[in-house]
C-alpha cells in the first residue's frame, strides 16, 4: 500500500519538474548551515524531542538534513531508510514518539519549502516547477520515515511480547522431585502450549514426581483454558508426575462448574501453601518445626 | 525384530527400541501375557521411551495388556513416554487413566516394589 501511495505522489513529477532537481538540491546545499539551524530552532519551539539535549538534536538534524538532500538528488530511499530504522532503534527506547518523528519530518519539509519560496518568489513559474519536483519527493521522504519508525516499534514490542512470555512461566523446583509452576497473567492457548510444553520437559529433566501449578494469578478461566489445564494434567500423568492444581477463585471455580468442564480428574488444593503441603505429603516428607535456640538456651 | 522381553527378577521388562507395526504390537501384547504365566512374574514394565508416536492402536493394545495383567493377579506400569508424545495422546483422546505410568525405567521398578511392599502388607491384614 505504501508502495501505491507512492507513486500517487510522484504522478506530477513531469520532466520540467525533474530538470529543476539539481539546481534544487545545490540551492539546499548552500544554505545548508542556515537552514538546519532554523529546523533545529523550531523543533526546539515545537517542544519536540523532550527526550534529548539540544546537543544532540543539532547533530541528528545535521546528519538527517544531509540525509534527506541526498535523497532528494539521487531519488535512492535505501541509505534513508536504513538511517531511518538505526536512528528509530536509537531514540525508541529513550520514549520518542511517533507524532515527533512525523513531526519534524514534515518541519523539515515546511522549512525547505519555506526557503525554495524566498528564493524563486521573483518567478512564479519557475517556482511551481521547483515545487514539482520537490513536492512528491518529499513527501514520500516522510512516508519512509514515518514507516521505517513504526515498523522498528512493532519489532521492538513484538521483542518484549516475546521475552514477557518466556519470563512469565517459569517452571520452579521446590524439593527435589517437586515443581512448581506459578501462572500470572491471561492465558491463551499460544501461552498455553507454550506453558505445557515447557512443564513436560521440566517434569523430565528434574524427574519430578508432583507438580503444583497455582493458577492465583489468572484473571479469568475460559472453556479452552479450562480444557487445555486438563490436558496438561493428563500428560504429566502419562509421564508419572501427579499434579496438585491450586489458587482456584471462587469466581473461577464457578465458571468452571457453569461451563461443564469434566474436572473430575484434577484434584486441587485451595492456595499454594496447601498445594506443596500436600504435595509434600504425598512424597513422603515431614515438615516440622525445629526447637528454636533461645538466648537463654544458649546462656 | 520381536521387542525383546528381560527377565528382572520378579518382573519383565519389555523394552521397545523402534517404532512398532501393528502387527508387532500383536505380538508384543501376546508375548508378554504368555509369559507372565510362564514365569510367575508380579509385574510387567513397558519401556517406551524410543518411540516418537504412540498412536491409536499402540495404547489401545497397551491398555489392553495392562488390565488384563490385572486380573491375572499382576500389574505393569509403561516408562518413558516423552513430553511431546504425552501431550499428544492426550491431544488425540488416547486416555490411560486407569494404567500406572512412570517417568523411566527406575521409577517404574520402584513403583513396582512399592506396589508389591502394599499388596503384602494388605495380605497381613
Redesign the interface.
Known amino acids: 500500500m505504501q508502495q501505491d501511495d507512492v507513486t500517487l505522489m510522484q504522478e506530477p513529477n513531469t520532466e520540467d519538474g525533474n530538470s529543476c532537481l539539481p539546481e534544487l538540491v545545490s540551492h539546499l546545499r548552500d544554505s545548508r548551515t542556515q537552514l538546519r539551524e532554523e529546523w533545529a530552532q523550531r523543533i526546539t519551539d515545537a517542544q519536540l524531542l523532550g527526550a534529548m539535549s539540544e546537543e544532540e538534536i543539532f547533530s541528528e538534524v545535521t546528519s538527517v538534513f544531509d540525509k534527506y538532500v541526498d535523497t532528494l538528488e539521487t531519488g535512492s530511499v535505501e541509505s534513508l531508510q536504513e538511517y531511518a530504522e538505526d536512528l528509530s532503534e536509537r531514540i525508541i527506547p529513550r520514549g520518542v514518539e511517533t507524532h515527533e518523528v512525523l513531526g519534524i519530518v514534515l518541519l523539515l519539509r515546511d522549512v525547505l519549502a519555506r526557503s525554495l519560496f524566498q528564493k524563486y518568489q521573483e518567478d512564479f513559474k519557475l517556482f511551481n516547477r521547483v515545487l514539482d519536483a520537490y513536492e512528491p519527493a518529499a513527501n514520500r521522504i516522510a512516508v519512509i520515515v514515518g514507516v521505517s519508525f513504526v515498523h522498528e516499534r512493532e519489532r521492538v514490542i513484538g521483542q518484549q511480547q516475546a521475552t514477557i512470555r518466556e519470563l512469565s512461566t517459569p517452571v520452579l523446583q521446590v524439593r527435589e522431585r517437586l515443581l512448581a509452576l506459578p501462572i500470572i497473567g491471561e492465558l491463551d492457548s499460544q501461552r498455553a502450549g507454550q506453558l505445557?510444553?515447557q512443564l513436560?520437559?521440566a517434569?523430565?529433566s528434574n524427574?519430578?514426581?508432583v507438580v503444583v501449578i497455582d493458577i492465583t494469578g489468572v484473571p479469568a478461566v475460559d472453556k479452552n483454558v479450562a480444557n487445555h489445564l486438563v490436558?496438561?494434567v493428563?500428560?504429566?500423568?502419562?509421564?508419572?508426575?501427579a499434579v496438585l492444581v491450586t489458587g482456584l477463585s471462587s469466581d473461577i471455580a464457578r465458571t468452571l462448574v457453569t461451563l461443564g468442564v469434566d474436572l473430575s480428574?484434577m484434584d486441587t488444593v485451595g492456595d499454594l501453601q496447601g498445594g506443596i503441603e500436600e504435595a509434600e505429603r504425598l512424597l513422603g516428607y515431614e515438615v516440622r518445626k525445629a526447637p528454636i535456640a533461645t538466648p537463654e538456651a544458649k546462656g | 525384530m520381536p521387542v525383546p522381553i528381560l527377565k528382572q527378577g520378579p518382573y519383565l521388562v519389555a523394552s521397545i527400541q523402534d517404532a512398532l507395526s501393528d502387527r508387532e504390537v500383536l505380538e508384543l501384547q501376546e508375548n508378554l501375557l504368555k509369559q507372565i504365566g510362564e514365569v510367575r512374574a508380579s509385574g510387567i514394565i513397558v519401556d517406551v521411551t524410543a518411540m516418537d508416536v504412540i498412536d491409536s492402536f499402540a495404547s489401545r493394545s497397551l491398555r489392553t495388556v495392562a488390565l488384563t495383567t490385572r486380573l491375572r493377579g499382576a500389574e505393569m506400569v509403561?516408562?518413558g513416554?516423552?513430553?511431546?508424545v504425552?501431550?499428544a495422546?492426550?491431544?488425540f483422546g488416547l486416555?490411560?487413566?486407569d494404567v500406572n505410568?512412570?517417568?523411566?525405567l527406575e521409577?517404574g521398578l520402584e513403583?513396582l516394589d512399592s506396589w508389591i511392599a502394599g499388596r503384602t502388607f494388605d495380605d497381613e491384614e
Do not use: H, K, S, Y
Open positions: 505445557t510444553e513436560l520437559n517434569v523430565r524427574r519430578a514426581r490436558q496438561t493428563r500428560a504429566c500423568r502419562l509421564m508419572g508426575a480428574m | 509403561i516408562v513416554i516423552q513430553p511431546d504425552a501431550f495422546m492426550v491431544q486416555l490411560m487413566d505410568t512412570a517417568l523411566d521409577e513403583f
